[in-house]
């Protein structure tokens, strides 16, 4: 490989996009067969007739704050979606590898997502939780069947960070601590205290943060006792001997970190853990606001791929396929506390959300996605990890089912992050139609994770692809 300097040269195309060499070296050489194709799919958008990609960006930096950031040199302006695909202004298609940040799990625009929402929106949009409705019963007798244990009360809110403060109040009153233990790396959202227990620097505002304490990341791929899950553990009981009155509120972690770089968090670490806490008289707050709802393939949950069962479980993103949802499960015992006073949320389990929550479940069940999931999500790492083989700018491929991560680094041994090569590589991978997602604290880490309806032969195009941009570099 050649060592990667800088950005690609661009120049435009004869329609007036801009495409960079690689996507044009690919249009010039049509019957190369080496060049990736992507797989034919049955749909094309309407005319696009609204503004601009420049209008719309000209406006954001007006209007919108100055700390919006956005993918790629040329960002890209999505106006349509269609189960795995998105499309820009001129139709072109691109096959989605990030899934709106692993949350679009049916498919983009769904049609049996789409119809449960329509039909209810025409028969009453809102009211409040202080009248009745069966659409927030009817999806939390449906959601509460997917867990097990005592796991059973449902409070609904409106995204990952509101699931997260409640899990943690709920942890704190029930318990009458005030310390929690979160993970280096993790990411839990932005209010007061789940930024607090956030673990990586880039997203913490210098703002107060009490009562948290972050314990040693147990990374398979980074940290300093490899796969052994029991060996990280200690720290948690020191942070506990060292740093609290001995009592804790509770633990909140991902089983598998997604912000953080698909890390996989060691073999036996959590139920290590959960020990731990439980005889400081914590609670478990499982955070599944990114890897759950079947994504993980093996599991519906994937605490449950570590064989713990939580005390409090989080969840958004794939809840909803798109719709502002999140919610959090805990036992009858724990759900009580906030009879102590008034607890309201004014969206929180509205018919429109809850509709399209229960639709989702559905769809999950009727189309098999969790299978589908572990069936192409394990195809597709397979081809990721030959990547591996072939080439030494991929230093760690890991996750499972469509929750995948491939980690660049420019020297293996020492394990340096290679952040422009990534840029780089996901500009090319866009260019020739393939959007995936990047994360990680360095930004080194390529998060793949699609909706759970993508193929074998979209998991082979994107491969390809990857392939194929490393190849000319
Ligand atoms: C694991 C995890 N928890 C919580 C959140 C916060 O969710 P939201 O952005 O819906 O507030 C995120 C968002 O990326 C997340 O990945």
Redesign the pocket.
Known sequence: MRRFIGKSTKFLGGNGRCFSQLAAHAQQHQNDLSIPRMPAFDYSPPPYTGPSAAEILQKRKEFLSPAMFYFYNDPIHVVDGKMQYLFDENGRRYLDGFGG?ATVNCGHCHPDVVQAITNQIQKIQHSTILYLNHAITDFAEALASKFPGDLKVLFFTN???EA?ELAMMLARLYTGCHDIISLRNG???NAASTMGVTGQSCWKFNVVQTGVHHALNPDPYRGPFGSDGEKYAKDVQDLIDFGTTGHVAGFIS?AIQ??GGIVELATGYLPAVYRIIRNAGGVCIA?E??AGFARTGSHFWSFEGQGVVPDIVTM??GIGNGIPL?AVVTTPEIAKVLTRRNYYNTYGGNPVCTAAGLAVLKVLEKEKLQQNAHVVGSYLKDRLLALKDKHELIGDVRGKGFLLGVELVTDRKEKTPAKAETLHVMNQMKEMGVLVGKGGYHGNVFRITPPLCFTKDDADFLADVMDYTMSKM
């Open positions: 940040i995204s990952g960070t997260n990411y839990h959202g991902e997604g912000v955070d606001v990114q958004a993103k999140g």
